[in-house]
């Protein structure tokens, strides 16, 4: 089967989008590649496709668990098999996958990269026939890239496991030299960099200076039509703001990291069936979000850098019709972005104290917690220490970057259900109650897959449809738990801390140079960037960021608002140029020398024919061996 009969196998389309055709036939073929694919550009399917059309595995290595689970399940809805290992899965839940995984349950296979830490795991992936890897986000590889995460490193490990075994890298932004690294660090041979342009021709970057920012996104949104997303730094301010447009007449509501997994679902589908026209978010929003008639995207707060600006700015239409990104500033944001630097840097000791207080607050002793996962109240950890959580998550970061802690925070532990009983005993269940039955009943109607591996589960469809209370349907689940039924694992909202190395005395614990520094002088870079493409009112927006990312620009974009700007500008100068022309005629009612002209109004070359050709095309004038004349009767009959 060719690679296009795949896809309309089992995506039903037709063909390729642009790039995807040239990755997958790379890939294919057996070279490393590099994909570097602008935001909705269809990433996924460029690896998808190629894993079912080898024999052995492709293994995926992401650190988004959430889009991990979106991609699973979207595979096992087309008959793809997938799974997936990340740490916070419980031990029974990677019992499962790991059966499946060893006995041929699994086309794909997706792993977060704190799992190559674990040397059982990488054992087991020796017995595996493995025909192509995939790193997603590639970006967090590189010490130049803006999330760099130390655990990518070990990607290293299964190309050692797996010399010969191609390698495909992805990712939507990359600076020439993050791309030249990535390479380096994945030890690519032969490498094919295929790359679309991050041109995107439909979308108008604008950049707003204005003193009450609230007031110009009611603004834009009530002078413009469709879908649109407003990003903001803070959880507080998204409610804020979604409770301002509403009582302003525009249907909204908030999105971010801590609401429960049901509320971000219900919204986020109202949001994709236009039942809501505005979501205000954080950035927890947007990622695997393919909503294509996306019309404004505006950053009430400025980004920390152009990769996420670029990222989240992309998310307007991406159907390819007109569309805007709008950036709000004020005199106080670049002050607040260069602060934002030292905030994220705190004081090498500060971050020693930090990691030893989690983990007496974790009960780890000094040399134990190797593979360790645990929850962990980070509200409660500032409260009682007296920590701001600003400076208490970036203490945690720096930890994270120095390979010490892996913090998940917004990592989704909705509530899973597998039965663990043969299929016969449930028709001679006996001793559980009328609400039991009805529970198991809905669940095993509602959910597919249940005898073999772990399903999400919503505690409050169900209630609805046995018609009991969440509480009652939580209480059911448990009895079945207990009666050996099914294994249940309720939803937490608790962020976890994992631990892939042992606990370090805080003296021993090392914040290189290449973690401190190092990140805060790339952060630096970054920002000053960030505020150049604002505040720079004298270049080309689109094309100022095309430089960032290494991209030649052929032309002004001629649609952002600096070009705007100089195109209304050049406009109003030509009107004046006009009128100045015809007034200086007015007096020479027996034409002059063109040379004549342009000495006196000081007008030459570009301007000056621009004129010219205006007022002849027009019959305003007439030139007959280099005098001008005044078309006088087509001026009287003009009036």
Same mark, same amino acid.
């Given at each position: ?133 995939? &790193? ?25 496991? /797996? ?108 949001? /994709?069936?236009?039942?809501?026209? &505005? ?11 393919? /909503? ?45 972005? #260069? ?8 004081? #090498? ?70 039965? &663990? ?219």
């Amino acid at each position: 089967m060719t690679a296009v009969e795949t896809l309309k196998k089992y995506w039903g389309y037709d063909g390729f989008r642009p790039l995807q055709a040239e990755i997958v036939e790379s890939v294919i073929n057996g070279h490393d590649t590099l994909g570097l694919m602008p935001t909705g550009g269809g990433k996924s399917i460029t690896f998808q496709v190629p894993a079912l059309m080898f024999d052995g595995v492709t293994i995926v290595v992401t650190p988004l668990i959430s889009l991990m689970k979106d991609q699973v399940d979207n595979l096992r809805r087309r008959r793809i098999k997938a799974v997936f290992f990340h740490s916070g899965m419980s031990l029974n839940e990677r019992n499962v996958a790991r059966e499946k995984l060893m006995n041929g349950g699994a086309k794909l296979l997706y792993i977060s990269p704190e799992r190559l830490s674990n040397e059982s795991f990488l054992a087991e992936l020796r017995r595996i026939r493995v025909s192509l890897i995939v &790193v997603d986000e590639a970006h967090c590889i590189s010490q130049w890239g803006y999330d760099f995460r130390p655990c990518y490193l070990k990607i290293r490990k299964i190309r050692k496991l /797996k010399p010969d075994v191609p390698v495909l890298a992805l990712t939507a932004t990359a600076t020439p030299e993050v791309a030249e690294d990535i390479c380096r660090q994945l030890d690519m041979k032969d490498v094919k960099t295929l790359k679309m342009s991050f041109v995107r021709h439909n979308i108008n970057y604008i950049v707003r200076s204005c003193q009450t920012k609230i007031s110009e996104v009611l603004h834009i949104l009530l002078h413009t039509q469709g879908s649109a997303i407003v990003y903001v730094r803070s959880r507080k301010r998204t409610n804020d703001i979604a409770e301002f447009l509403r009582a302003s007449g525009v249907t909204a509501e908030s999105y971010h990291a801590g609401l429960t997994y049901d509320v971000k679902e219900e919204r986020q589908n109202r949001w /994709k069936r236009d039942e809501i026209r &505005v979501i205000v978010a954080t950035n927890a929003f947007g990622m695997g979000i393919d /909503k294509p008639d996306v019309r404004v995207v505006i950053h009430y707060d400025m980004p920390p850098g152009l990769e996420e600006y670029y990222q989240e700015a992309g998310r307007a239409g991406r159907d390819g019709l007109t569309s805007y990104a709008v950036l709000l500033i004020n005199k106080n944001d670049k002050g607040v972005l #260069r602060r934002r630097i030292s905030e994220n840097f705190p004081d #090498r000791d500060i971050i020693r104290k930090i990691y030893e207080r989690i983990c007496n607050n974790l009960h780890v002793s000094v040399g134990e917690g190797y593979d360790t996962l645990k929850e962990f109240d980070l509200i409660k950890f500032c409260e009682t220490f007296g920590y701001q959580q600003r400076m208490c998550r970036a203490a945690i970061h720096l930890l994270e970057q120095a390979g010490y802690i892996s913090f998940m925070e917004e990592a989704d532990h909705r509530s899973r259900i597998m039965i &663990v009983c043969h299929r016969e005993q449930l028709y001679h269940l006996n001793n559980i109650s009328d609400n039991a039955e009805h529970v198991l009943t809905a669940a095993l109607r509602e959910y597919t897959g249940l005898f073999s591996e772990y399903v999400y589960i919503s505690e409050s469809r169900l209630a609805r449809i046995v018609g009991i209370t969440e509480k009652d349907v939580y209480d059911a689940l448990l009895e079945l738990s207990r009666s050996k039924v099914m294994s249940y694992i309720p939803r937490s909202r608790m962020p976890l801390i994992y631990l892939p190395t042992s606990r370090e005395e805080p003296k021993y614990l090392q914040i290189g140079k290449d973690i401190y520094e190092k990140r805060k002088e790339i952060m630096s870079q970054r920002v000053e960037a960030m505020i150049d493409y604002a505040f720079n009112n004298s270049i080309c927006r689109e094309n100022r960021m095309l430089e960032y990312f290494g991209e030649i620009p052929q032309k002004k974009c001629g649609k952002c608002d600096t070009c705007r700007q100089k195109n209304k500008s050049s406009k109003n100068d030509t009107e004046t140029n006009i009128e100045r022309v015809l007034s200086f005629l007015n007096h020479h009612p027996n034409g002059v020398d063109l040379r004549i002209l342009s000495h006196y109004l000081l007008l030459s070359g570009r301007p000056l024919a621009e004129v010219m050709n205006f007022l002849v095309n027009e019959n305003f004038i007439s030139i007959k061996d280099g005098i001008i004349y005044r078309n006088i009767d087509v001026v009287k009959t003009s009036h």
